[in-house]
């Protein structure tokens, strides 16, 4: 049997094509001979730039540097990341390229790397969440709001001090409140539901006020329960300033409680104080 090549189009034996399963014939389109003089001249082309490159790669070993497969320019080992697979335990490519291949890629399929972000991310949480330390995250928040207390206004000015998070914060504060007094959880469980409350209040009103107050806390508005000893029911919540809940609460007997403790508090820190003075 013969087979004509596609290249030099002269009928051969199919002992000179080299095997291909995936053709329908079994065979590849071209014979040896023109596959080997393109793999020659292809050879011929980019032998100086292998040339120039080994030169480089030995200078590079020679001064006791890398090359990088990338930019082509011999740099220190500490611009490598580490791989142990390889023979010298770095990767071919510097930092910089790395950091450049991977911008490339990801501004290729933004979403794609966004949703392998939040998946990962939701992975590390429940994988971590038996080991939180509440000690090192706490001091982990503290150190960062000492470091960024710029971004932590920026935030209170943009969210909290809009009516979204108030919200979402007197949520929190009901939760809060109600799991120290051993109370169920607030009626209004959620940030929607409290959203839609404050509809049927004079929330508006009093926000307003707020706002131009300049934010003074005693204007604030501030959910009180008309009986302390209940649960924050729809039925047992009201909306009032920071300060009117503040009177409140200090007539209250849970407020009173609170206060004695304070006044011992403070006494037995003062007492202290002077038995540790010279």
């Known amino acids: ?8 189009l002269i009928e051969k034996p199919t002992s000179e094509f080299h095997v291909c399963r995936s053709s329908t014939s079994g065979l590849q389109t071209r014979c040896k001979s ?6 020659l001249e292809r050879f011929q082309k980019l032998k100086p730039e292998r040339a120039a490159l080994q030169l480089k790669k ?16 011999a740099k220190e080992t500490s611009e490598f990341n580490s791989k142990s697979s390889t023979k010298d335990g770095l990767q071919s490519y510097c930092r910089p390229c ?30 971590n969440r038996g080991s939180l330390d509440k000690v090192a995250a706490r001091a982990r928040c503290r150190k960062f709001f000492e470091l960024h207390p710029e971004r932590i206004k920026a935030h209170k000015l943009k969210f909290v001090r809009t009516p979204k998070g108030w919200v979402c ?12 007094r051993g109370h169920p959880p607030p009626e209004l469980n959620s940030v929607r539901a409290v959203a839609e409350w404050i509809q049927t209040t004079d929330f508006e ?10 934010f003074e806390t005693n204007l604030k ?12 029911l729809t039925s047992n919540i009201r909306l009032v300033t920071w300060r009117e809940n503040l009177l409140a609460w200090n007539q209250s007997e849970e407020g009173k409680e609170r206060a004695r403790i304070g006044c011992y508090r403070r006494a037995a ?7 540790l003075t010279p």
């Open 221 to 232: 508005p501030s959910i009180d329960r008309f009986n302390n000893d209940l649960p924050y």
């Open 169 to 180: 914060t007197a949520l929190q504060g009901m939760r809060q409140k109600s799991k120290r």
């Open 58 to 73: 030995q200078e590079a070993q020679i001064d006791a540097k890398k090359l990088c497969f990338g930019c082509k320019s």
């Open 269 to 275: 820190f003062q007492r202290l104080s002077r038995e």
């Open 34 to 39: 023109c596959k080997a003089q393109l793999a």
């Open 98 to 127: 790395m950091r450049r291949a991977s911008e490339a890629s990801i501004a290729k399929r933004p979403e794609h790397y966004r949703e392998a972000s939040r998946i990962g991310s939701i992975r590390r949480y429940y994988e």
């Open 205 to 214: 009103k009093l926000w307003n006020a707020y706002v131009a107050s300049g």
């Open 1 to 8: 049997m013969k087979k004509t090549c596609t290249l030099c």
